[in-house]
């Protein structure tokens, strides 16, 4: 698997693309969320890089968490049912198409300019490069699961 950097203008219109062949009928191939929650799931990782979404720190957690941070940008795909942050599980979401825009606006303006430079709360201080990588790698992995 190729990690993609969400930089590149190039890469980013792939991932807009993709997101842009969602329905409201889409299913995922696997996990609990619906197209709205994963639209609205996918939104929060991007608000941790842009310091939109603050999440606490737990000590425990970011002793380990840098152990495993290469995992976020290798070349190794998500493993599926991976366990999420609660505030990154949305019970709740908006209509598809506000979850939709929301999420396409967020990833347009995803840049070195818009990165919080805040480290990340689980995996510690990260480079703006591991930041897009990660989010890049996120992103596809949510998408796939919606076979796009």
Known sequence: MEIKNLFDPAVKQEI???INQLTPQSR?????????QMLAHCQMPLGVATGKHI????????LIGPLF?????NDQP???NLPTDK????????????EKQS???????????TMSGEPHPFFGKMTKEEWSKGTWKHLDHHLQQFGV
């Open 16 to 18: 807009i693309n993709r």
């Open 28 to 36: 995922a191939l696997w996990g609990k969320m619906n197209v709205n």
């Open 55 to 62: 999440l606490k720190r737990n000590f425990i957690l970011s």
């Open 69 to 73: 941070k290469k995992q976020l940008y």
């Open 78 to 80: 998500f493993k599926h």
């Open 87 to 98: 505030s990154f599980i949305i019970n709740n979401p908006k209509a598809f198409d506000q």
């Open 103 to 113: 999420l396409l606006e967020m990833v347009h303006s995803f840049s070195e300019n």
